[in-house]
């Protein structure tokens, strides 16, 4: 789960870290209202959940009332990565004077929290990586025992050699890591963190990344959901204990196991595919989650054909099969359907869909299936 802006701000208020004075509004009304308790000059910040919002034109700045009203209007409704803004975050403005870059992030490599730290701050930390990699500094953090004084001491005279500045980065950093840490995050970052021209802190950007897994340890952050950046079919597929995850393509999988949906969304791009989805219908997969996850998948108006990828191991094909066959009884499929049923009860499966004489295209292989829903989708 991704915290928009304002969310990881109000985490970070939380814990003590400084940010700015600023109201969230969803339209141009709210921030004219919310505009009287703040001084000028003030930042205009769209709020989705993607970055590059400055390079698109997300953040402005604005000197006055009139300025900030009529930033606001441009910057509500305008898309950002295909992502419409519905809400900006406003903001009395920081006089920048040094920025700073702070995160923790999750190295599953290492299989330990990483922080990275940067005095080039206020820039994607990819580009630094690629152009000036030693301006990074990392340390690995021991998972039991997390980041020490210590080591936040010796980062932040890393990052900055003057003492006052270096507290407050060091103190900075330790709330940070008791925010990912309390959170369950996979990362936590703040890009930029700044000292004004009057030495003043302040988190100007915030982001904070939580594991899914563990949400129900934190009822407070799921109820922080914002639904209007939410997938509707997202939502719906988790409500069946689906696993799905929206794509770009024309071709709808459902297939059963993630390491098989993941090995046959490859194929498909092999035979010079792109698939819509990832579809996840579980080991243990009934008639029902299998119409649940065709309703899904043609829910997507891109989708030109659907690959149905079985392998049955604790689940049955001919489960998968009585599915495919109320599927069709029940809901209008405008698109051809590709299938590859094997495995458990597989021969039961076949006699079943031959019986019911549906308008499936079956695939012996993996290969085989995944080239023919490719051709199929044109």
Same mark, same amino acid.
């Given at each position: 789960m991704k915290l928009i802006e304002y969310q990881a701000k109000e985490v970070f208020r939380k814990y003590g870290l400084p940010v700015q004075k600023g109201f969230v509004a969803r339209s141009v009304d709210e921030v004219r209202t919310g505009l009287s308790a703040l001084e000028f000059p003030v930042v205009i910040k769209a709020q989705v959940p993607v970055?590059?919002?400055g390079k698109a034109g997300g953040i402005k700045l604005a000197k006055d009332a009139a300025d900030a009203l009529e930033k606001a209007t441009s910057i509500l409704g305008m898309e950002i990565?295909?992502?419409?803004v519905k809400k900006v975050l406003v903001t009395e403005a920081v006089d920048?004077?040094?920025e700073i870059y702070l995160g923790i992030v999750q190295d599953r490599r290492a299989r330990a929290p990483v922080v990275m730290v940067s005095a080039e701050g206020g820039i994607d930390i990819e580009e630094v990586a690629r152009t000036k990699p030693e301006a990074i500094h990392k340390l690995t953090l021991d998972p039991v025992w997390g980041l020490q004084a210590f080591q936040a001491r010796e980062l932040g005279y890393k990052l900055d050699p003057d003492p006052q500045r270096a507290k407050h980065l060091s103190q900075t950093l330790l709330a940070l890591w008791r925010i990912y840490r309390d959170t369950d995050a996979t990362l936590a970052e703040i890009n930029p963190f700044v000292f004004?021209? /009057? $030495?003043?802190?302040?988190c100007v950007d915030a982001k904070i990344l939580v594991d899914d897994s563990a949400l129900f340890r934190h009822p407070d952050i799921e109820a922080m959901r914002d639904m209007d950046y939410e997938n509707p079919q997202e939502q719906e597929a988790k409500a069946s204990d689906l696993s799905f995850v929206k794509l770009d393509g024309r071709i709808g999988c459902c297939v059963?196991?993630?390491?098989?949906?993941m090995a046959t969304m490859d194929l498909i791009k092999h035979f010079g595919g792109e698939p819509a989805n990832f579809l996840d219908v579980g080991g243990s997969s009934s008639p029902e989650k299998v119409k649940k996850a065709f309703s899904i998948i043609l829910a997507d108006p891109n989708v030109r054909s659907i690959y149905l990828n079985i392998f049955g191991g604790i689940t049955r094909?001919?489960?998968?099969? /009585? $599915?495919l066959i109320e599927v069709f009884k029940e809901m209008e499929i405008r698109v051809p359907v590709v299938a590859r049923l094997t495995g458990t009860n597989e021969e039961r499966a076949r006699q079943m869909l031959a019986e019911s004489k549906l308008p499936l295209i079956p695939a012996s292989t993996m290969s085989e299936g995944a080239r023919k829903a490719v051709e199929l989708a044109g």
């Open positions: 970055g590059g919002r990565k295909g992502i419409r920048i004077g040094k004004t021209k /009057q $030495g003043e802190p302040s059963n196991g993630a390491g098989l949906a094909c001919d489960d998968i099969a /009585q $599915g």
